[in-house]
């Protein structure tokens, strides 16, 4: 395990939030495939909120509807974890108070939590920007957050597909000859099926997110794709860019990606590894990636190439508009 996450133990299970939506038990799916790849059980979390309003005999009816309510969607999540997933072991736990703190509470003694996007009545309420968010942005350890499908709301799939439509970021392929500049490929053409995708910023491999991604991969059988995106000069001048972008923050940024493809390829040889340098904004090319990525990762803050990797930058960026699920992997506190 990443070395800047919490330790926890081997058997530490998956948390999932769950507040009686759909979403929620399309979160519950994705925390029993990762349960599965890692061997460990899964623990449902639900939470019910406090009313103080000086009557106490309605203060005990409020108590009592909320905490039925709660418990019923536990069960309701535990008959659809056993239905699906009969291996995994499963437990639950309430929380009185505020959804997002009771989550990061549990939290540490698990090894991931996922949460869906957005969460509708019951416990656990809340938007990205409020449960979700605080989750992703505060956890001890790495957070999967997983978006509607487009059957139950298609808001994130329609947000993604107009990102595509209006940004202007390319994909710079190099010449195998070697000569003249590298061609642009637009984002929204690159195919990130089959793959986890990892934004690399200049930490490269001291990023803990890059060290989570290429675990994920291997315990999932899938490929890694290294993601760099070179924003440094966007608003210049087209010849400008042309002139220096192109030719030196370019090429000294595939150097590097280059050079940690190799080492990771070399470290992990069961996961194959490919990389992609991008001119462009951070945020607008990782969401594209989630169009056709079987996970996108992030870290909660990082440096260099990703500017402010901060929750409220590019992971908040990527967090709102994903189409596909997003890991947010904490940094080293």
């Given at each position: 395990?990443?070395?800047?996450?919490?330790?926890?133990?081997?058997?530490?299970?998956?948390?999932?939030?769950?507040?009686?939506?759909?979403?929620?038990?399309?979160?519950?799916?994705?925390?029993?495939?990762e349960?599965?790849?890692?061997?460990?059980p899964?623990?449902?979390?639900?939470?019910y909120?406090?009313?103080?309003?000086g009557?106490?005999?309605?203060?005990?009816?409020?108590r009592e509807?909320?905490t039925?309510?709660?418990?019923?969607n536990?069960?309701?999540?535990?008959?659809?974890a056993?239905?699906?997933?009969?291996?995994?072991?499963?437990?639950?736990?309430?929380?009185?108070?505020?959804a997002a703190?009771?989550?990061?509470?549990?939290?540490?003694?698990?090894?991931?939590?996922?949460?869906?996007?957005?969460g509708?009545?019951?416990?656990?309420?809340?938007r990205?920007?409020?449960?979700?968010?605080?989750?992703?942005?505060?956890?001890?350890?790495?957070?999967?957050?997983?978006?509607?499908?487009e059957q139950?709301?298609?808001?994130d799939?329609?947000?993604?597909?107009?990102?595509?439509?209006?940004?202007?970021?390319?994909?710079?392929?190099?010449?195998?000859?070697?000569?003249g500049?590298?061609?642009?490929?637009?984002a929204?053409?690159?195919?990130?099926?089959?793959?986890?995708?990892?934004?690399?910023?200049?930490?490269?491999?001291?990023?803990?997110?890059?060290?989570?991604?290429?675990?994920?991969?291997?315990?999932?059988?899938?490929?890694?794709?290294?993601?760099?995106v070179?924003?440094?000069?966007?608003?210049t001048p087209?010849?400008?860019?042309?002139?220096?972008?192109?030719?030196?923050?370019?090429?000294?940024?595939?150097k590097k990606l280059?050079?940690?493809?190799?080492?990771?390829?070399?470290?992990?040889?069961?996961?194959?590894?490919?990389?992609?340098?991008?001119?462009?904004?951070?945020?607008?090319?990782?969401?594209?990636?989630?169009?056709?990525?079987?996970?996108?990762?992030?870290?909660?803050?990082?440096?260099?190439?990703?500017t402010?990797?901060?929750?409220?930058?590019?992971?908040?960026?990527?967090?709102a508009?994903?189409?596909?699920?997003v890991?947010?992997?904490?940094?080293?506190?």
């Amino acid at each position: 395990m990443n070395k800047d996450v919490l330790n926890t133990s081997s058997n530490a299970p998956v948390l999932v939030g769950i507040d009686g939506s759909e979403i929620a038990l399309r979160a519950l799916d994705r925390a029993l495939t990762e349960a599965r790849a890692r061997h460990v059980p899964v623990r449902l979390i639900g939470a019910y909120p406090v009313a103080v309003v000086g009557d106490p005999g309605l203060e005990m009816r409020f108590r009592e509807a909320v905490t039925q309510e709660c418990e019923s969607n536990l069960m309701a999540a535990v008959e659809h974890a056993r239905a699906q997933a009969p291996e995994v072991e499963i437990d639950t736990v309430t929380a009185e108070g505020d959804a997002a703190r009771s989550v990061l509470r549990a939290a540490k003694d698990c090894c991931l939590v996922v949460m869906g996007k957005r969460g509708r009545g019951g416990a656990l309420r809340g938007r990205l920007g409020s449960v979700s968010a605080a989750v992703a942005a505060h956890s001890p350890v790495p957070v999967v957050v997983v978006p509607p499908g487009e059957q139950q709301d298609g808001a994130d799939q329609d947000q993604a597909r107009t990102v595509v439509r209006e940004a202007q970021d390319v994909q710079l392929a190099g010449n195998q000859d070697g000569i003249g500049q590298p061609h642009r490929v637009p984002a929204s053409e690159t195919d990130f099926s089959g793959t986890v995708v990892v934004g690399v910023d200049a930490s490269g491999d001291e990023n803990p997110a890059v060290a989570q991604a290429i675990e994920y991969a291997a315990a999932h059988g899938l490929g890694l794709s290294l993601v760099s995106v070179n924003g440094a000069l966007s608003g210049t001048p087209e010849w400008f860019q042309d002139q220096y972008n192109q030719t030196y923050y370019f090429e000294e940024s595939l150097k590097k990606l280059s050079g940690l493809t190799r080492s990771i390829a070399q470290r992990a040889p069961e996961v194959q590894v490919s990389d992609h340098a991008f001119l462009g904004r951070p945020g607008r090319v990782l969401v594209q990636a989630t169009r056709t990525a079987e996970l996108v990762v992030v870290g909660s803050r990082g440096v260099g190439g990703f500017t402010g990797l901060l929750l409220g930058s590019v992971s908040q960026a990527v967090l709102a508009g994903a189409a596909g699920p997003v890991m947010v992997v904490p940094n080293a506190r």
